[in-house]
Every structure is written in structure tokens, then in C-alpha cells.
């Protein structure tokens, strides 16, 4: 049976505990750790991000972590400014060039209308209120400001995928996820309505051959050598049922 504990870990805790990461901390920049994962989808959520228009253009990054979108950022014009509640990510960040801020992604400390784009990549199924941390992604955009995100579907399918069966896997930490925070789509994109951003969802997920490749390679000890491209693609798929990734401008 599941004891809901992070199997990495060194305590054993609930459920989407922050303190988790403080214990993974070792894991965040390793090509076949705990949250390889979320280099893949970083490097997807990147993607969704034009180069800058203008100077001094700024991006937040809510719920940063140790700073993964940063690589696939380079050269894009934006300063980075990532957002997080875990001090010892957040060193990691900076080593990154990420300008970081700890703070909670639902009371950022920043003015309104500060950011050109948001980024809130896994991210809000781990926040107990998920709603309050897109008002304030919402927010922190200037009119023409672009939001960008990903995180799981409130549906029986995402916990059977997310939870039940890949929490089972060694290249996922025990415990990291709390289902009853998943966030339905729909809700999603009418609670950014709310907030003056027209939101559009499109379901992803990793490219089969390239997570049966990385697996292989993780099993036989070579992922970290075999993983210079940057591991499996996210791709567009056709349902939201599981993942998904939003992309919304603010109006007004």
C-alpha cells in the first residue's frame, strides 16, 4: 500500500509537503533524478515564449524551483525573476541567473502589472488554493501580458497516471502529489476569464519512444550521458485528460 511518504526523501511526510524538496534538493539539476520530468516540460512551457518586445521586459517565474526554465530562456530578453517558497531551490535558481524572490505564488510581492509574461509550470495542483495563485498570475500581468503554465487535470485518469501508477515508478518521488488538488480545465480557463485573460489549453504528454529510450537508458545506469538532448519531447496531444499546458494573453 501507498504510505503517502516521499520515497527519496530522508522524512517521511503528507502528501504535496513543500518540505519535500528541501529534501530532494540534490535532485533538481540531475538528467535522470527525481524531476527529470520537469526539465522536459520546462523546455515545452519555454517554447511557449516569444522573445522579448521590448527593454527591460520581465518574466515571472511562480513556483520556480531551482530555476529550470532558465536555460531554455537564454537570450529571449526577459529578466528572469523566479518565485518559490523553497529557500534551497531558490540558491539554485540564482546560480542560474534566475533574480529570485521567496515568497507564496497565491500573495506574491510585486506590483500589479509588472511582468510581460507569467510562467506557472506545475505549479498550481500544489497550491491548496489554486484559484487565488492565478489571480495573482493574472495580476502581475501588464495589459498585452502573456501567461503561460501547465499542471494536471482533476480526473480519474490523471490520478490513475499521476498518482497511483507513477508514484510507483522509481523516476517519480512517493508523495509529491496530492490528487484532491488537480485542476480541471474547464475551471481553469474560466477563472482566467475572470481575471481578463482569454486562456487556451491543449493537452501534452512525453513522446513514447523518447520516455521508453530515457527509461532504458536510466535502467542501465546511462541516463545522464544518453540525456544531452534534453530527454523525451512534451508533445500536443489530443486530450487534457492527463497534462496539459495553457497560453493566454491579458486584455485590457
Request: charged share 20%.
Amino acid at each position: 500500500m501507498r504510505d503517502g511518504s516521499a520515497s527519496i526523501g530522508v522524512r517521511v511526510l503528507p502528501p504535496n509537503d513543500p518540505r519535500q524538496y528541501d529534501d530532494l534538493a540534490g535532485e533538481w539539476w540531475r538528467p535522470d533524478g527525481a524531476f527529470a520530468m520537469l526539465h522536459w516540460l520546462a523546455r515545452a512551457r519555454a517554447a511557449l515564449v516569444p522573445p522579448a518586445t521590448r527593454p527591460d521586459a520581465v518574466l515571472v517565474d511562480l513556483g520556480c524551483g531551482a530555476g529550470l526554465m532558465a536555460p531554455h530562456l537564454a537570450g529571449r530578453g526577459y529578466r528572469h525573476v523566479g518565485v518559490d517558497l523553497t529557500r534551497s531551490a531558490l540558491e539554485q535558481a540564482a546560480a542560474h541567473g534566475v533574480t529570485v524572490l521567496a515568497g507564496d505564488a497565491t500573495a506574491v510581492p510585486l506590483v500589479d502589472g509588472c511582468a510581460d509574461v507569467v510562467a506557472a509550470g506545475e505549479l498550481l495542483e500544489h497550491v491548496p488554493d489554486w484559484r487565488a495563485a492565478v489571480a495573482e498570475a493574472c495580476r502581475l500581468l501588464r495589459p498585452g501580458g502573456l501567461l503561460v503554465l501547465d499542471t494536471l487535470n482533476d480526473t480519474a485518469l490523471a490520478r490513475l497516471i499521476a498518482v497511483e501508477v507513477g508514484e510507483r515508478l522509481s523516476t517519480v518521488p512517493r508523495g509529491i502529489h496530492d490528487p484532491r488538488l488537480f485542476v480541471d480545465d474547464r475551471e481553469l480557463v474560466a477563472e482566467c476569464a475572470r481575471h481578463g485573460v482569454a486562456l487556451r489549453v491543449r493537452g501534452v504528454r512525453p513522446g513514447l519512444w523518447g520516455t521508453l529510450g530515457w527509461l532504458t537508458r536510466r535502467n542501465l545506469g546511462g541516463a545522464g550521458r544518453g540525456s544531452r538532448d534534453g530527454g523525451p519531447m512534451i508533445r500536443p496531444t489530443w486530450s487534457t485528460a492527463v497534462l496539459y499546458q495553457g497560453r493566454g494573453v491579458r486584455h485590457g
